[in-house]
């Protein structure tokens, strides 16, 4: 991923698109045909595939990694839980990445089993009781000495803090200060942050990690995390859930149309498209990449990658016109 990054002209911006595994086998075939049009007609640098928390997903993920990364041949960045996770699973989880050719994996820590899935509603296992890993900076630190720099490593940063209902009261970005540092430090190439609405939220944290006095953020790209609104009970689920704050001007907009499940919709792209706009334009910023929750869905991202011109220009373009310009073929 940063390969790729790095490989874009300064002043370039990027999307990627984040897919969770379906339940059934019916839910993969409809989702390997929609991933097969979104990967032709939008082009994201990558795409990353959810994990359920104490790995019950594994296979599905695994699954579903491989059709993007292998069938596909989209550059695929695997979402790795640890908390609930013995050793030998996430051994097996790396082994599998790399069999299948992904070089990018999504270090966290997941967490503790309850009845709603990661973005999904999966039934998750029995709790094993691993001690092997508490935190996501243990899995990076373990990838690492494992891995060498075999796989590029993302890890996640919380623009609004990092929700923990046992502790409402520390839901505050500098509160999880430290263990970015240490995680940043031990390894992690990129940081993906938490879906948000509050984009001042990601203003003031996007500036208090540049700006932080240990440099470790100085250059890492922070991919600011989006959801599309694909409805207004989705949102208000989806939002409840991260402990995302919903600005009153952008619930006024909403609530005036929601009703209506198609004006929802456009209002939301819209929406989506102001916060694009907003935060591209950084000058400290080379590169600026975008992340897109598409709940597996891609009509509503898609308007919005249309809307803010995200969608890179099509390589047959470029072959196109470098064969037009090259003198012995002209002739
Ligand atoms: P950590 O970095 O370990 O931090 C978790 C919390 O613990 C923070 O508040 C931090 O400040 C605190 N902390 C860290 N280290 C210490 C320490 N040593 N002592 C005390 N406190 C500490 N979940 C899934 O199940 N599957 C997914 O696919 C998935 N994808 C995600 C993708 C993104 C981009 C994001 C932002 C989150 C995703 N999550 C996913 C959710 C994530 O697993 C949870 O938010 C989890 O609660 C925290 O994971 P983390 O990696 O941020 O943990």
Same mark, same amino acid.
């Given at each position: 991923?940063t390969?790729?990054?790095n490989?874009l002209?300064?002043?370039?911006n990027y999307f990627s698109l984040e897919f969770f595994p379906?339940?059934?086998s019916?839910?993969f075939?409809n989702?390997?045909v929609?991933?097969?049009?979104?990967?032709?007609a939008?082009?994201?640098?990558f795409v990353t595939?959810?994990?359920?928390?104490?790995?019950s997903?594994?296979?599905?993920s695994?699954?579903?990694a491989e059709?993007c990364?292998r069938?596909?041949?989209?550059t695929?960045?695997l979402?790795?839980t640890?908390?609930?996770?013995?050793?030998?699973l /996430? $051994?097996?989880?790396?082994?599998?990445? =790399?069999v299948? &050719?992904?070089r990018?994996? !999504?270090a966290?820590?997941g967490d503790?089993?309850r009845?709603?899935?990661?973005?999904?509603d999966t039934?998750?296992?029995?709790d094993?009781?691993n001690?092997?890993?508490?935190?996501? /900076? $243990?899995?990076?630190?373990?990838?690492? =000495?494992?891995? &060498?720099?075999?796989f590029c !490593?993302?890890?996640?940063?919380y623009?609004?803090?990092h929700?923990?209902e046992s502790?409402?009261?520390?839901?505050?970005?500098?509160?999880?200060?430290?263990?970015?540092?240490?995680?940043?430090?031990?390894?992690?190439?990129?940081?993906?942050?938490?879906?948000?609405?509050?984009v001042e939220?990601f203003d003031?944290y996007?500036?208090?990690?540049?700006?932080?006095?240990s440099?470790?953020f100085?250059?890492?790209?922070?991919i600011?995390?989006?959801?599309p609104i694909?409805s207004?009970q989705?949102?208000?689920r989806?939002s409840?859930?991260?402990?995302?704050?919903?600005?009153e001007?952008l619930l006024?907009?909403l609530d005036a149309?929601?009703?209506d499940?198609?004006l929802?919709?456009q209002?939301?792209v819209?929406i989506l498209?102001?916060?694009?706009d907003h935060?591209k334009?950084?000058?400290?910023v080379?590169?600026?990449?975008?992340?897109?929750y598409t709940?597996?869905?891609e009509k509503v991202?898609?308007?919005?990658?249309?809307?803010?011109?995200?969608?890179?220009p099509?390589?047959i373009?470029?072959?196109?016109?470098?064969?037009a310009t090259?003198?012995a073929i002209?002739?």
């Open positions: 991923v390969d790729k990054i490989a002209p300064e002043g370039a379906p339940k059934t019916m839910g075939a989702l390997q929609r991933l097969e049009r979104m990967s032709q939008l082009r994201p640098l595939v959810t994990w359920g928390a104490g790995g997903t594994a296979t599905k695994l699954e579903l059709i990364q069938q596909l041949g989209l695929t960045c979402h790795l640890c908390t609930n996770m013995s050793r030998a /996430i $051994d097996e989880a790396l082994e599998q990445a =790399k299948l &050719g992904i990018n994996i !999504l966290l820590r503790a089993p009845s709603e899935e990661y973005r999904d039934q998750l296992p029995e094993d009781s001690k092997d890993f508490t935190w996501a /900076i $243990d899995l990076v630190t373990y990838i690492r =000495k494992q891995y &060498g720099d075999y !490593l993302g890890v996640a940063g623009p609004e803090g929700a923990d502790h409402p009261e520390k839901q505050d970005p500098k509160f999880d200060l430290p263990s970015l540092i240490d995680k940043t430090k031990a390894g992690a190439d990129f940081i993906m942050t938490q879906l948000f609405f509050d939220a003031s996007e500036k208090m990690l540049r700006e932080h006095e440099g470790v100085k250059t890492i790209p922070i600011p995390g989006l959801m694909q207004y989705i949102l208000r989806t409840k859930l991260s402990h995302a704050r919903l600005p001007g006024a907009r149309v929601k009703g499940d198609e929802v919709k209002v939301g819209k498209s102001e916060l694009v935060i334009p950084r000058p400290s080379a590169r600026r990449g975008f992340h897109f709940l597996n869905l991202v898609s308007h919005i990658l249309e809307s803010c011109h995200l969608i890179p099509t390589l373009a470029e072959d196109e016109e470098a064969i090259t003198p002209n002739l």
